[in-house]
């Protein structure tokens, strides 16, 4: 069971975590103020832009140790409270519109991680991390853990030199296009939180590739009227490069016009694979 570790340290983080205490007339509370982020350009800045669904509106989540809260913007940019360097992550899911003018929460969301991230940018490579932090953040408010210790745990891990680690590989001239959202999360949330991470949990392992081509010849659509999407953004520019997705085998994946429908594929070989068609669900709203 995560975070359960930090009984036998509660002594130690509260003596080294000392600036995350709650502010008492003997101690100095950290200096707050509003850090303005740019969202990601919408729609992504690639020569299928023209494909890709309207915009609705943008989801915001931000999380601490100390609050969870949500709110949509059509703005540009946003302007989030952070105490500094308090850990902090925000995501921000794209809710597009289908053709029936319905929304529709189809892409994995951008992130922002704090206090680490080296421009004041929410971008899609860093998405993963930070909803990884935001479950990090959950399960220790469960667990009814302070907000110290919570903390404490997120500040052990090195978040900058992980998220240097993805953006190296997304941006490596592999076979296979890296997709972070593809990597067990479980079981790199165990291990933060068993202070025993390996960087080897951010190696993509059982991936194989689903050729476009595939694709056209089992639907029977043509390469204009089979216009699929990644869920993850990036991967969608890879895609014009080497007409294929990365698929877990043995996973389903969901790929998506983004518009109607979707396809959920399962790859078990390169002679074994299933398609099933699947209307995009209709987004109804978190807040």
């Given at each position: 069971m995560r975070f359960l570790f930090l009984s036998s340290f509660i002594l130690i983080s509260s003596l080294i975590v000392?600036?995350?205490?709650?502010?008492?007339?003997?101690?100095?509370?950290?200096?707050?103020?509003?850090?303005?982020?740019?969202?990601?350009t919408w729609p992504p800045e690639d020569s299928r832009s023209a494909a890709y669904p309207p915009l609705s509106r943008w989801l915001v989540k931000v999380t601490s140790a100390?609050?969870?809260?949500?709110?949509?913007?059509?703005?540009?940019?946003?302007?989030v409270p952070i105490k500094t360097n308090r850990p902090l992550c925000v995501s921000a899911y794209p809710i597009t519109l289908l053709e029936d003018q319905n929304e529709c929460s189809y892409f994995l969301p951008a992130g922002y991680l704090y206090p680490t991230a080296e421009n004041q940018k929410i971008t899609w490579e860093q998405g993963f991390l930070a909803d990884t932090m935001q479950k990090l953040f959950n399960e220790g408010k469960e667990q009814c853990l302070p907000p110290v210790d919570i903390e404490y745990l997120i500040s052990t891990f090195n978040w900058k030199k992980a998220q240097k680690s993805i953006e190296e590989k997304l941006i490596s001239d592999t076979k296979l296009f890296y997709n972070p959202w593809l990597l067990s999360q479980s079981s790199i949330l165990d291990e933060i939180s068993s202070h025993n991470f390996k960087s080897s949990l951010l190696n993509l392992t059982g991936a194989a590739a689903l050729e476009a081509e595939y694709i056209q010849t089992t639907t029977g659509l043509s390469q204009e009227n089979s216009v699929f999407f990644s869920s993850f953004v990036p991967e969608n520019k890879r895609f014009l490069q080497k007409k294929q997705f990365t698929v877990l085998k043995n996973s389903p994946i969901l790929i998506s016009d983004a518009k109607k429908v979707g396809l959920f594929v399962t790859y078990k070989s390169s002679k074994n694979i299933s398609l099933e068609y699947i209307y995009l669900p209709i987004y109804i709203g978190d807040i």
């Open positions: 000392l600036p995350f205490t709650a502010c008492s007339s003997n101690t100095t509370c950290p200096p707050e103020e509003n850090l303005a982020l740019e969202l990601p100390e609050a969870l809260y949500y709110f949509y913007t059509t703005a540009t940019t946003v302007a």
